[in-house]
């Protein structure tokens, strides 16, 4: 497949054919990823730029190993001591980092559609890092890379998704990249957070996890927004815990040995038990490597556009 995309905005306008060809070219790159020296000259000479609008270490860490596993240069702009805090609008910033020749941008921003904004304006390619609570699309591809490496054809495969939905972009855009994929998904978790209008994404919904947990190949708890409780959108802790957190026992209700996921950064005790984030059907360290591939594939496909990886 001859890539044509110049950006990675969101799963909703992706092809099935795209995303298997992301999969596979992620195949490709961890396989590289795994090996005792982990460089390639394959983009030497190309820039990547990451600005983070938002707190980030998973993402900005995985998305700068990967430009430079593959040999681009990285430049990371962080936000707070930038001419952002003058007052510079994202526009001005855009066009900054445009004259400077970069390659590809990595976005990450507080507000909806500002990928978008910025890959209307950008010659390079831009990369959406997580946009408000639209969407974050490289998380999606390499929750559903972990799931297939795991379980193989994910046809006619259940995932429950379990937490703050309504803030959620991850559970958004996992939502689409699993239908996608033929998976059925399941969106639980407490009627504030569950909001109606997200039926509009074809999933189920529940405010019961355990009613949905049995036949479950996979439950992938959200960390659970702390600063939400404010708002006064759960009663306490506690009470999310006992009725949604994952625990050991909790788990045996799904009737198989089904894995477990998270995005990350977790909150232990509240919406996952220490025993279930560290046991043996938790792939979350999985998750993490598995993002770095991911980020590769999409930067090597931007900038490269062939299917053919040179090592």
Known sequence: ????????????????????????????MKEILMRPIKKLPTLKGKSV???????????????????????????????????????ESLYD?????QAMRADVVILRHSSSGAAKFLADILDPSVINAGDGQHAHPTQALLDIFTMQEHLGDLEGKNV????DILHSRVARSNAWCLQKMGVNVTFAGPPTLVPEELKGLGVKMTYDLDSVLPGADIVMALRLQLERQKSGLFPSLREYSQLYGLTTERLKKTGKQSIVLHPGPMNRGVEIADDVADGVDALIERQVTNGVAIRMALIYLLVGGSSNVVA
């Open 1 to 28: 497949m001859k890539w044509q995309r110049k950006d990675i905005l969101a799963i909703e306008d992706m092809s099935v054919e795209e995303i298997r060809h992301i999969l596979h070219t992620a195949k490709v």
């Open 49 to 87: 730029v990451n600005l983070f609008y938002e707190a980030s270490t998973r993402t900005r860490t995985s998305f700068e190993m990967a430009a430079k596993v593959l040999g681009a240069d990285t430049t990371s702009i962080a936000v707070a001591q930038s001419s952002v805090s003058k007052g």
């Open 93 to 97: 910033t855009a066009k900054t980092i």
């Open 160 to 163: 429950v998704i379990v937490g």
